[in-house]
């Protein structure tokens, strides 16, 4: 889950997890449980108003003839709860609405909101999500060196930057859908000035820049740690432009929340994509069901699968599969597993969308990256006759890899141990003889 909701999760999965032991629901326990919801949500720094609406809502179907008669009642109400935080949240996900061939992205936001590096992230994930080409144009002729931060970025992800220097933006922005015409460009980004949404005299130019180029999007970057303020400014740009979604970016900050609970609600725009780490790859899509269910403890398995997907070589994993299952996998294979796995980030963040993490304790788990470097390290230390087959590492040879690898010999043997038993183990349940504890 993103930093920014662990706090009101854990507060609502404690209040919810209390009203899943009551054999019955009454108006008094209903009232009891909407008064802590009611100030988790407050405390989250969500709207006063948006939370008076939500926790009615709630209240009004809780207390109907369905969850009076429910065999369990406490699933029920979770379930309400789920349903009516979807709902704040936007209902179902917004999808970018790109017609235009190419199709036209127009990014604006206040000066200091990360919209350049959002951009640069926007261009990587619609490359990689969709397998498109993005073209990233320059048109914040302000700000010093912000056209060489866009050709820095543009270098680090091998994308191009179109840009014609302090030129006039609106022209800039019209000779860059033309060259991307030109040269088989799908998408073309256009990264603004970042500006006060009362300074009318940039308003205005980037009224200018849609009158000519007429975006198919046009997508308000804004930062999460800005808290209610951020309402009064995506009301200010939408009055001056038709905004058609917010980009809420340091979702992974140390900030309460509540305006992402917020902002569709009072301002109609819908959240389309989070930034979730600093990295160029942190951008997802916004998918209000999803982020309901992590703010609950209900796990995220489909984007889970999701980054799996999208992170791991799938010939590998089913040729390592069947190794596994012949009973053949070795350090060779283990080595490959470890580096895909390397792939999906911190484990830590992938553990915390399992269903159920919170309550096994698993959301405080910290695995040190150093760790699986040390490994790694171990095992490429190995000859690959080594890797091939481990039980020829004998004292001499693991006093070598030691050596090599700059660790230890019972580090060394530690490995060695805890693969054996792996493979054992997985011996095991291909054979289908190992009883699962459940």
Known sequence: MQKMFESLGDRLQNALHKIKGYGKITEDN???????????????????????????????????????????????????????????????????????????????????????????????????????????????????????????????????????????????????????????????????????????????????????????????????????????????????LPLTGVILTKLDGDTRGGVALSVRHLTNVPIKFIGVSEKLDGLDSFDPERMAGRILGMGDIISLVEKATEAIDEKEAEKAAKRMQQGKFDLEDFLATLKQMKKLGPLENLIKMLPGAKKMGLTDVKIDPKQMAHIEAIVLSMTPKERRNPDIIKASRKTRIAAGSGRSVQEVNRLLQQFDQMKRMMKQVTNGNMKLPF
Request: proline share 3%; aromatic share 4%.
């Open 30 to 240: 209903i009232s009891d449980m909407m008064r802590e919801i009611r100030l988790a949500l407050l405390e989250a720094d969500v709207n006063y108003q948006v939370v008076k609406e939500f926790t009615n809502n709630v209240k009004q179907k809780a207390l109907g003839e369905e969850v009076a008669s429910s065999l369990n009642p406490g699933d029920l109400f979770v379930k309400i709860v789920k349903d009516e935080l979807t709902e704040l949240l936007g209902g179902e996900s917004a999808e970018l609405n790109v017609k235009g061939n190419p199709a036209t992205l127009m990014l604006v936001g206040l000066q200091g909101s990360g919209k350049t590096t959002t951009i640069a992230k926007l261009a990587n994930f619609l490359r990689k999500k969709h397998n498109k080409k993005p073209l990233l144009v320059a048109c914040d002729v302000y700000r010093p060196a912000a056209i060489d931060q866009l050709k820095q970025l543009g270098k680090q992800l091998n994308i191009e930057v179109y840009e014609e220097g302090k030129k006039d933006p609106v022209e800039i922005a019209n000779n860059a859908i033309k060259y991307a015409k030109d040269n088989g460009y799908d998408y073309v980004l256009i990264d603004t000035a970042g500006r006060l949404h009362i300074d009318e005299e940039l308003m205005d130019e980037l009224d200018n820049i849609k009158s000519e180029i007429n975006p198919d999007e046009i997508l308000l970057v804004i930062d999460a740690m800005m808290g209610q303020d951020a309402i009064n400014v995506i009301t200010g740009f939408n009055d001056k």
